[in-house]
């Protein structure tokens, strides 16, 4: 069973920066893609960046030039790295990984930016 657990979110006023970070555990070997998802209020939830195990990334054009994602596969971890936070980026981020063809979620973590 995997288990992912998000951490990192608070309040913050715009122009300030925020690290989230997702921790992986269970009987997990190779994660290949793990991503950050947002969900703002009243909105669907949507890709924020995504990083695979080769270090390839993508990010939402949102993201672009404000956020980084990282990941330490030794320790099963992935980082959001989020600067220049602006009100629009308020929302609760979730952490996902495809294992072994399923796909895992975190119970999210909220980051509220105020303006």
């Known amino acids: 069973q995997v288990q992912l657990v998000e951490s990192g979110g608070g309040l913050v006023q715009a122009g300030g920066s925020l690290r989230l970070s997702c921790a992986a555990s269970?009987?997990?070997?190779?994660?290949?893609?793990m991503d950050w998802y947002r969900q703002a209020p009243g909105k669907q939830r949507e890709l924020v960046a995504g990083i695979t195990n080769g270090d390839n990334t993508n990010y939402a054009d949102s993201a672009k030039g404000r956020f980084t994602i990282s990941r330490d596969n030794a320790s099963n971890k992935v980082y959001l790295q989020m600067n220049s936070l602006k009100p629009e980026d308020t929302g609760v981020y979730y952490c996902?990984?495809?294992?072994?063809?399923?796909?895992?979620w975190g119970a999210g973590t909220l980051v509220t930016v105020s303006s």
């Open positions: 269970g009987s997990i070997f190779r994660i290949n893609a």
């Open positions: 996902n990984i495809i294992y072994r063809g399923m796909s895992f």
